[in-house]
T-cell receptor, first 114, second 110 residues
Framework: GAGVSQSPSNKVTEKGKDVELRCDPI?????LYWYRQSLGQGLEFLIY????????KSGLPSDRFSAERTGGSVSTLTIQRTQQEDSAVYLC????????????FGDGTRLSIL | KNEVEQSPQNLTAQEGEFITINCSYS?????LHWLQQHPGGGIVSLFM???GKKKHGRLIATINIQEKHSSLHITASHPRDSAVYIC????????????FGTGTSLTVIP
């Protein structure tokens, strides 16, 4: 597709379970970002991938959160031992990679922890 | 303290009114972005600017680097402009990390 694709669009799971969220960036985009938007809150940076460089993980809120980007394309955000405060919309964005380039956002995954 | 502050938080306008949303930031930036988020969550990048002014249709974005301030203007507002508008500062020298304002919720009444 032409845009950033995220799956699933909605995920409901029980507290303590692990979840995986997937992001397919725009083809050719070397930069990929994960953000979190909690109810009533602004966007929160989680992690940034740029090409083959080591990712910037400075926004990950705890060691239960991790992300991978395989082959410089698809990315997976994993949350282990989910907690209720992890409930949020998780957004992925990609850009062409040069600093300041506009980001293209996916529609997000709405995660609900029961 | 937030690195990016937006005002107002909420704004209601009559169709046709001229609208201004303000953004102030405290970090050194490589670029300033304005995003639009419609109900349902989809986010669209409206502008990316590092100096001066940009215009797209009825939307105008300006930035004053010395004052660390940006504004988004909407001329002849329309109900379809109703959305949350988010200011994002791309921080200089830290890769492409962004700091986001909490957004301005705009409602345009017919």
């Amino acid at each position: 597709g032409a845009g950033v694709s995220q799956s699933p669009s909605n995920k409901v799971t029980e507290k303590g379970k692990d979840v995986e969220l997937r992001c397919d960036p725009i083809s050719g985009h070397t930069a990929l970002y994960w953000y979190r938007q909690s109810l009533g809150q602004g966007l929160e940076f989680l992690i940034y991938f740029q090409g083959n460089s080591a990712p910037d993980k400075s926004g990950l809120p705890s060691d239960r959160f991790s992300a991978e980007r395989t082959g410089g394309s698809v990315s997976t955000l994993t949350i282990q031992r989910t907690q209720q405060e992890d409930s949020a919309v998780y957004l992925c964005a990609s850009s062409a990679g040069q600093k300041g380039q506009p980001q293209h956002f996916g529609d997000g995954t709405r995660l609900s922890i029961l | 303290k937030n690195e990016v502050e937006q005002s107002p938080q909420n704004l209601t306008a009559q169709e046709g009114e001229f609208i201004t949303i303000n953004c102030s930031y405290s970090v050194g930036i490589s670029a300033l972005h304005w995003l639009q988020q419609h109900p349902g969550g989809g986010i669209v990048s409206l502008f990316m600017l590092s100096s001066g002014k940009k215009k797209h249709g009825r939307l105008i974005a300006t930035i004053n680097i010395q004052e660390k301030h940006s504004s988004l203007h909407i001329t002849a507002s329309h109900p379809r402009d109703s959305a949350v508008y988010i200011c994002a500062a791309g921080r200089r020298n830290t890769g492409n990390q962004f700091y986001f304002g909490t957004g301005t919720s705009l409602t345009v009444i017919p």
